[in-house]
């Protein structure tokens, strides 16, 4: 585990089994804006003590995003109740930070006897009452799949299918960086479990509404390259979430794209939001360049490779800022 991590208390396996073991009811949380890693390690975890018995509440602000709404276990995701649920152990899934929960999510959980945070970003900083961070880890459903393996849970179907959707969605179909030879080791237990890769993967990478290519054709056009094109930006405006009436997972993944530029070494997303704010997603092809270091500097958080931030606008204020802090980093090494 990374320097930061190890300044936090970790609790172990061991310890999050007993927690399970001994207490019956659980909330399950993830973040905002939720990503295939948010609801694959919170169906994973939830349909895994359903199995076992447990009395499991998976509490969402935002819900199941559309192109998430095939996994088995889905319709379990529920808005946060109005008032707070009863309840022994509430769990934080891929979170880094606790308002990245939701206001109405925390006041959901706020009555549980205990807070259990399980996350894999370097950013994150220990907020629950016990705390399992590995930013080793290429995905939070990896953890997860540790947990439930070495505890010996139960593992259904539904959990075999969302630990797999969480950890390819996060490596970027395992291959970034951070894929090890036990996230490969991970997979290759699914598919003896009878995981069925070639059809999660349609249904994953092979199903995109027409409006997200509308978006790639909008974003393309306001494509830039600075610093002798080691930088690759794009900009999304609020106009274009209106006009093409895009849901947030419309933009998931995109800036793979510009990141797969050759000679591009940090590729960046900047999104107006609705509310003025910009939403700045970073990524890094190189180690030596640590994106998570850039959005600590600026509000946010992350990964060194992957990272993001939201700030004020206007976009082109926030645009300047991120990109003379990318320049400089560039320069120093």
Same mark, same amino acid.
């Given at each position: 585990?990374?320097?930061?991590?190890?300044?936090?208390?970790?609790?172990?396996?061991?310890?999050?089994?007993?927690?399970?073991?001994? +207490?019956?009811?659980?909330?399950? @949380?993830?973040?905002?804006?939720?990503?295939?890693?948010?609801?694959?390690?919170?169906?994973?975890?939830?349909?895994?003590?359903?199995?076992?018995?447990?009395?499991?509440? @998976?509490?969402?602000?935002?819900?199941?995003?559309?192109?998430?709404?095939?996994?088995?276990?889905?319709?379990?995701?529920?808005?946060?109740?109005?008032?707070? %649920?009863?309840?022994?152990?509430?769990?934080?899934?891929?979170?880094?930070?606790?308002?990245?929960?939701?206001?109405?999510?925390?006041?959901?959980?706020?009555?549980?006897?205990?807070?259990?945070?399980?996350?894999? +970003?370097?950013?994150?900083?220990?907020?629950?009452?016990?705390?399992?961070?590995?930013?080793?880890?290429?995905?939070?459903?990896?953890?997860?799949?540790?947990?439930?393996?070495?505890?010996?849970?139960?593992?259904?179907?539904?959990?075999?299918?969302?630990?797999?959707?969480?950890?390819?969605?996060?490596?970027?179909?395992?291959?970034?960086?951070?894929?090890?030879?036990?996230?490969?080791?991970?997979?290759?237990?699914?598919?003896?479990?009878?995981?069925?890769?070639?059809?999660?993967?349609?249904?994953?990478?092979?199903?995109?509404?027409?409006?997200?290519?509308? !978006? @790639?054709?909008?974003?393309?056009?306001?494509?830039? *390259?600075?610093?002798?094109?080691?930088?690759?930006?794009?900009?999304?405006?609020?106009?274009?979430?209106?006009? !093409?009436?895009?849901?947030?997972?419309?933009?998931?993944?995109? %800036?793979?794209?510009?990141?797969? %530029?050759?000679?591009?070494?940090?590729?960046?997303?900047?999104?107006?939001?609705?509310?003025?704010?910009?939403?700045?997603? @970073? *990524?890094?092809?190189?180690?030596?360049?640590?994106?998570?270091?850039?959005?600590?500097?600026?509000?946010?958080?992350?990964?060194?490779?992957?990272?993001?931030?939201?700030?004020?606008?206007?976009?082109?204020?926030?645009?300047?800022?991120?990109?003379?802090?990318?320049?400089?980093?560039?320069?120093? %090494?």
């Amino acid at each position: 585990m990374s320097e930061i991590s190890q300044t936090i208390l970790q609790t172990s396996f061991d310890e999050i089994g007993e927690i399970i073991r001994s +207490h019956q009811s659980f909330i399950i @949380m993830s973040h905002v804006r939720p990503d295939g890693d948010a609801i694959g390690s919170q169906l994973a975890l939830g349909c895994s003590l359903l199995a076992a018995n447990k009395t499991v509440r @998976m509490i969402h602000q935002d819900g199941v995003p559309e192109n998430l709404a095939f996994m088995a276990g889905a319709e379990l995701i529920e808005p946060p109740p109005s008032e707070p %649920i009863l309840a022994d152990v509430a769990i934080a899934l891929d979170t880094a930070a606790k308002p990245r929960l939701g206001d109405a999510v925390i006041h959901a959980a706020s009555k549980a006897k205990i807070w259990l945070n399980i996350d894999h +970003h370097l950013s994150n900083p220990g907020y629950g009452d016990l705390n399992r961070i590995d930013p080793t880890s290429p995905a939070t459903g990896q953890i997860i799949y540790q947990l439930i393996t070495s505890q010996k849970l139960p593992l259904p179907a539904a959990s075999r299918d969302a630990i797999y959707i969480a950890v390819s969605t996060d490596t970027g179909s395992f291959q970034y960086p951070s894929t090890s030879a036990e996230t490969y080791e991970l997979a290759a237990d699914l598919v003896r479990r009878g995981l069925e890769v070639g059809k999660i993967n349609t249904q994953l990478y092979d199903s995109y509404p027409f409006r997200r290519i509308e !978006l @790639m054709r909008r974003l393309l056009n306001s494509l830039e *390259r600075h610093a002798d094109g080691r930088i690759a930006a794009w900009e999304m405006r609020d106009q274009t979430r209106v006009e !093409l009436e895009l849901v947030p997972d419309d933009s998931e993944g995109l %800036i793979d794209l510009i990141r797969a %530029i050759r000679g591009v070494e940090v590729a960046v997303f900047f999104e107006e939001l609705p509310e003025g704010k910009i939403r700045v997603s @970073m *990524r890094s092809k190189n180690p030596l360049y640590n994106v998570c270091e850039i959005a600590v500097a600026l509000g946010g958080g992350g990964h060194a490779l992957a990272a993001g931030i939201r700030m004020a606008g206007p976009l082109e204020t926030a645009k300047k800022l991120v990109l003379d802090a990318i320049k400089n980093q560039l320069a120093k %090494i």
